[in-house]
């Protein structure tokens, strides 16, 4: 079982960035996909991205797509969300999860471990 916990929200200006980060535990981290889900107060969980077991391959949400960019290191077990030009309707407590595929996908279901969650609050 991976134990994920993520780190780096906080309380920014619209326009401001935010990078989060997510810190994997257990050897299995490097052949799986990763994602990051959000959830905002009132509004279900919604997928935000998904990079592939290399990091070759990517998927983003179109409410982000151009101003946020996942990455991850491999080499340190954790996975990254570059978070630019943030607007209020970003604000959401964002998970990091892992996927049961190499390759990043956009339902919850295709996740089996999951993090506490880190508090984005974009001000206006």
């Known amino acids: 079982q991976v134990q994920l916990v993520e780190s780096g929200g906080g309380l920014v200006q619209a326009g401001g960035s935010l990078r989060l980060s997510c810190a994997a535990s257990?050897?299995?981290?490097?052949?799986?996909?990763m994602g990051w889900f959000r959830r905002a107060p009132g509004k279900e969980r919604e997928f935000v991205a998904g990079?592939?077991?290399?990091?070759?391959?990517?998927l983003y949400a179109d409410s982000v797509k151009g101003r946020f960019t996942v990455s991850r290191d491999n080499a340190k077990n954790t996975v990254y969300l570059q978070m630019d030009s943030l607007k209020p309707e970003d604000t959401a407590v964002y998970y990091c999860?892992?996927?049961?595929?190499?390759?990043?996908?956009?339902?919850?279901?295709?996740?089996?471990?999951w993090g506490q969650g880190t508090q984005v609050t974009v001000s206006s």
């Open positions: 257990g050897r299995t981290f490097s052949s799986y996909a």
């Open positions: 990079i592939s077991w290399s990091g070759g391959n990517t």
């Open positions: 999860a892992k996927s049961i595929f190499t390759t990043g996908v956009s339902w919850p279901g295709g996740y089996d471990s």
